[in-house]
Nanobody, 115 residues
Framework: QVQLVESGGGLVQPGGSLRLSCIAR????????MGWYRQAPGKQREFVAR???????TYADSVQGRFTISRDNGANTVYLQMTSLKPEDTAVYYC?????????WGQGTQVTVSS
């Protein structure tokens, strides 16, 4: 059983930065992909970024060059550094992993970009 706990969300002005964290409890996820998704009001959940255990990363086009995903396998933690934030980045951000073909999600952390 895996529990994912996100933190680091909040209110930030356009152009600002935030760093999200997600710690995984219950299993060692050093060999599992870990990623971030987001869901804005009235929209479907969408992919943001993913980092494989061997370091390969992918990003959504909308965040490429602004967001950076990283992970600390020893701490079972994945991070999302967000810079140059825009109002359209406002959403609930969810941490995700897959272990033994089962997808796990965190409870989400709210990011609001507004002046």
């Amino acid at each position: 059983q895996v529990q994912l706990v996100e933190s680091g969300g909040g209110l930030v002005q356009p152009g600002g930065s935030l760093r999200l964290s997600c710690i995984a409890r219950g299993s060692n996820l050093s060999s599992s992909p870990m990623g971030w998704y987001r869901q804005a009001p009235g929209k479907q959940r969408e992919f943001v970024a993913r980092k494989l255990s061997r370091g390969y990363t992918t990003y959504a086009d909308s965040v490429q060059g602004r967001f950076t995903i990283s992970r600390d396998n020893g701490a079972n933690t994945v991070y999302l550094q967000m810079t140059s934030l825009k109002p359209e980045d406002t959403a609930v951000y969810y941490c995700n992993t897959i272990l033994d073909s089962v997808a796990y999600w965190g409870q989400g952390t709210q990011v609001t970009v507004s002046s």
